[in-house]
């Protein structure tokens, strides 16, 4: 009696120990099989994939989020001012279309940073990368000056400066296509560079028509 007792006693701790090393490799991402030997149940580990994590990313990703966020804050800017100051629909609705498609794309990068544990441009106040570092960048003295303009004569300057900011935007998104590791920022610039490519060959046209 006592040694029936005993192995059923070793048994439940046995099925017990088997239950909670399947719960732990659940939680990690495991496989787990159940196997029955001896009267005993064993947990046997199969395959153990640890959880997604940010490690698939470089320093080539993180420098194309840091530096595309104020680029585009920069382009959402200018497009904010077409609002009020363009004078052809044409320009009016190319600027609604950069602000549709850029400020969403802020908070996905600036997403990817958080996850990371990398600066947000602008979280730190005064650390944002220079203009001068980032291509097609507009001056302050620029920017001054479109904020100042209004008509047809707001329509050639925001059309020749963002052509500019375009270009750079492409170049950056080259950079980070060649040199990145993160899918997601991959597929981002491959986006970018479609996307922008095709508006300056818009804006071109406007600026011929003109």
Known sequence: MTTHRSRTRSAAIAA????????????CGGETVLSRGSGDIVAVAVRATPPPSSSAHNAADVSFAQQMIPHHRQAVAMAEL???????????????????EQGPEIGTMSGWLRSWGERVPGDVPKMDHPGHEMPGMMSAEEMDRLSKASGKTFDTMFLQMMITH?????????TERSTGSYPPAKDLAEAIIASQNKE???????LGAG
């Open 16 to 27: 017990a120990a088997a239950v909670t090393a399947a719960a732990v490799l659940a939680a």
């Open 82 to 100: 077409a609002a009020g100051r363009a004078f052809s629909p044409e320009v009016k609705a190319l600027a609604t279309r950069i602000k549709a």
């Open 166 to 174: 375009h270009r750079g935007a492409v170049a950056m998104a080259g």
């Open 200 to 206: 300056i060959g818009q804006m071109e046209s406007l």
